[in-house]
């Protein structure tokens, strides 16, 4: 045992002089590309729509909407497939602007336009942008302001539907979208007699976004 040792050392010397013991094995460093598709990824668009407030106290003609969402995914855009994420939007009546109807002291219907604010935030699933048609479909709540309403601003909560086609222009790396679709909302709202009353609304809305990542 113990000549063992210093012929070990014998035969370790000629190593050490020349450096060529081996080292740590290097760390592989992952490929970037290789998890493109698993990034997180977000649409931004803006939309213009055309609808009608339907209701006992309003009167059924069109009104014009501008908006503005984004759309943020758990997937970038060069994933295979539809993703599913969750959208945040904001409109406000501009141009034609909903009617309601009032009576006076004497009794008689008055007409008085009213101007609309929504705020709102849908979960949504987007077909895959690589994808030169697909669909669009969402679900959530939103905040509506109705101003004036029976002498001042009234809030209320609106349960959304929404489905629609995607044209996706342009290429992969920078791509844009257009959307068709259609938006229908439901509520209750307290009349000036405490009685609760349906309002409905129904949106036709054309948008025009980008693939932001």
């Known amino acids: ?48 729509g055309v609808g009608s407030l339907l209701g006992a106290w309003v009167v059924p003609r069109p009104y014009t909407a501008l908006g503005l969402r984004f759309d943020a995914f758990t997937v970038g855009r060069g994933a295979e497939g539809p993703r599913a994420g969750l959208s945040l939007f904001g409109q406000k009546t501009l141009g034609l602007l909903p ?41 959530g709540f939103s905040r509506m302001d109705l101003s004036p309403y029976y002498g001042g601003s009234y809030p209320v909560p609106v349960l959304r539907f929404e489905g629609g086609v995607r044209r996706h222009l342009g290429t992969l790396d920078r791509r844009g979208f257009l959307d068709l679709g259609m938006r229908l909302g439901w509520t209750e709202i307290r009349s000036p007699s405490e009685q609760l009353e349906e309002l409905w609304s129904l949106e036709l809305s054309l948008g025009a976004g980008l693939h932001v990542r």
Do not use: K, N, Y
Request: charged share 15%.
């Open 99 to 139: 009617h309601a109807v009032e009576e006076d002291d004497e009794g008689s219907a008055q007409e008085f336009p009213i101007e609309v604010v929504e705020i709102g935030a849908l979960c949504v699933l987007r077909s895959a942008p690589s994808l030169p048609w697909g669909g669009t479909a969402g679900l």
């Open 1 to 48: 045992m113990l000549l063992a040792l210093p012929a070990c050392l014998l035969l370790l010397l000629p190593a050490l002089a020349q450096g060529d013991l081996p080292g740590p094995p290097a760390p592989e460093l992952a490929d970037p590309s290789e998890h493109a598709e698993a990034a997180f990824g977000s649409d931004i668009s803006l939309t213009l």
